[in-house]
């Protein structure tokens, strides 16, 4: 792992009239990065429900985690300047040697893990713009409306035998449903599927639809230009996430109270309460990690040998930053009551809450602040589109799924990939638009497939060390931090056996990795059907190898080992770790 590195020049890599195109420096994509602190508003409800007082410490343990097992991307990142699609791609190459499915798993795994990005996005930012223009009306007791509902001789029969506060209750429930807009009760399908969740086609769904549409225009141009304008979108969100991080602090609206004690939401660390901690320690992974995007653009970077290390820690350092003030200050105003509220879980009432974090529910600051909400997440969902397209785009490109994918339009945008990434998430928002459990499901099954890629790219780093000593580095992680963050890959995993089933359904875990098997005969189909079971030539160039003739298996048995024991690590933390029983 120490063996000296060679004198190459891999530096500012060459550009080409073919495939991407080299136009990003390191500041562009920290730009496309900054959808990642919008994340944390996406599920800092669930996050309160699951962890508790313990939600800010579980975001704070989360986002530092995800800031160390960076510097092992940066430094296989570093390795292949000619490929885009972020780290799986990278650590991807390392797991060759050892095994053609397992190579491609990191790269599928890491696919399903950020596209849904596009969908749940698309699904709370569907949910401001209908509470902003077809609101859902408001009694209450006391509204002149229901007085007059319960007045009317007509409704005697409804509240016969009921107390005043039933019969309210029938009253408000009664005339909400006839004064809901039209739009939001419109649905064109709505059923059960398989008892799994349920799928609904109405107005939320046409409006994330237009949503990821308007996403991919703005992509079709290029990564340059989606840089330009997450730069302005990410300035427009990032500000206001900052205040509203620190200003609670400074203005006393934190009540301290709301951080202690410090225990699961049972009350207790036994093993329901520590089961309790993981599953929120896993979800928050998906949100915190995942500025890892920010080294998927190494194709286009100008300079990669520079770009990349750059990129990723700047993005990684504003994640921490934005996470942990932002969390700490929503669960020290709103309190574990106020987080576990069904507008702070779904999303859709997290701009209402900053806005009397910071401007006392003045009306105007709380209209801006869901502007920002809705920018924040067009920004998250820019930010998957661009990051899971490479992903796929690279995968055509080096032969581990479909040739189709590996296509680029006049200006650089891999226009298939977003394509099949626009299809897939239509198909989801059907799901994300019907309810919270939906959503979570959804965020629980592709989580399983981004600690599997996490945990197999945390591996790649040691891997390359021994199979590729000589190839040169432009940044070298040091020799403890590469152990550490392998240790890091097998908590992942811990978090996952013990979490999956915390987030939506029981069984998340198992169908989460019934989905990333999917990849088996995908590939089947590329290597031995399109490509007669050879690699293109140009897979591993960056490694000095023919892609026939893949090089010494120099780890030995280690990887094989690695996966062993990772495989007991899933089991054995899904097996010992239970939530209480329902009561």
Known sequence: ???????????????????????????????????????????????????????FVVWAISVVMGLIQSYSYAEIAGLFANKSGGAAVYGAAAWL???????????????????????????????????????????????????????????????AGKTGAEAANVAITALTADATPVIRSFKLLDFSFFGLAKIEVGATFFIGAALMLAAFAIQHRGILGTARIQMWIGLLVIVPM????????????????????????????????????????FIAGWSSYAFETAVCYTREFKNPAVDTKKAIIAAGLLCVVVYSLVAASFQGHLGLEGMTQP???DGTGVAAAMGDMVGGNNAIVVHLLEMMMILA??????????????????????????????????????????????VFNLGLLTFAASDATAYYLILSISNVGYMIFIFLNLQSTWIHRI????????????????????????????????GAKVWGNPNALWYGLIFAALIIP??????????????????????????????????????????????????????????????
């Open 343 to 345: 507008g702070i879980v």
């Open 467 to 498: 199979d590729s000593p000589n190839i040169k580095r432009p940044y070298r992680a040091p020799n403890w931090l590469v152990g550490f963050n392998a240790f890091l890959g097998f908590v992942n995993l811990a978090l996952m056996g013990a």
């Open 377 to 422: 997440l067009v920004l998250a969902i820019m930010m998957a589109m661009a990051g899971s397209s490479r992903t796929l785009y690279q995968g055509g490109v080096d032969g581990w799924l479909p040739k189709y994918l590996g296509h680029v339009n006049e200006h650089g945008a891999p226009t298939r990939a977003m394509w099949t990434d626009l």
């Open 242 to 281: 900052l205040i509203v991080g620190i200003v609670p602090f400074l203005t006393g609206n934190v009540e301290y109270s709301n951080f202690t004690p410090l225990v699961p939401p049972n009350g207790a660390w036994d093993n329901a309460g520590w089961t309790y901690f993981l599953g929120a320690l």
């Open 1 to 55: 792992m120490v063996t000296p590195t060679r004198d190459v020049e891999v530096g500012a890599a060459p550009a080409d009239s073919q495939g991407l195109h080299r136009t990003l420096d390191w500041k562009g994509a920290f730009w496309i990065a900054s959808g990642v602190p919008a994340l944390v508003l996406i599920s800092i409800g669930g996050m309160g429900a699951t962890a508790g007082k313990l939600a």
């Open 522 to 583: 995908v590939f089947l189909y590329r290597h031995y059907v399109q490509d007669g079971g050879k690699f293109p030539a140009h897979m591993l160039e960056d490694l000095d190898l023919k892609s026939q003739d893949l090089g010494e298996r120099r780890a030995g048995f280690l990887p094989y080992l690695t996966l062993i024991l990772a495989a007991g690590v899933v089991l054995s933390s899904h097996y010992y770790f239970q939530l209480p029983p329902a009561p």
């Open 97 to 159: 040697r050892y095994s053609k499915l397992i190579a491609p798993l990191s790269v599928w795994c890491n696919w399903f893990a950020w596209t849904p990005v596009l969908s749940l996005g698309c699904a709370v930012a569907a949910g401001y713009i209908l509470n902003a223009v077809a609101p859902l009306p408001n009694f209450t007791a006391e509204s002149p409306q229901v007085v007059a509902w319960l007045q009317d001789a007509t409704h005697a029969a409804a509240i």
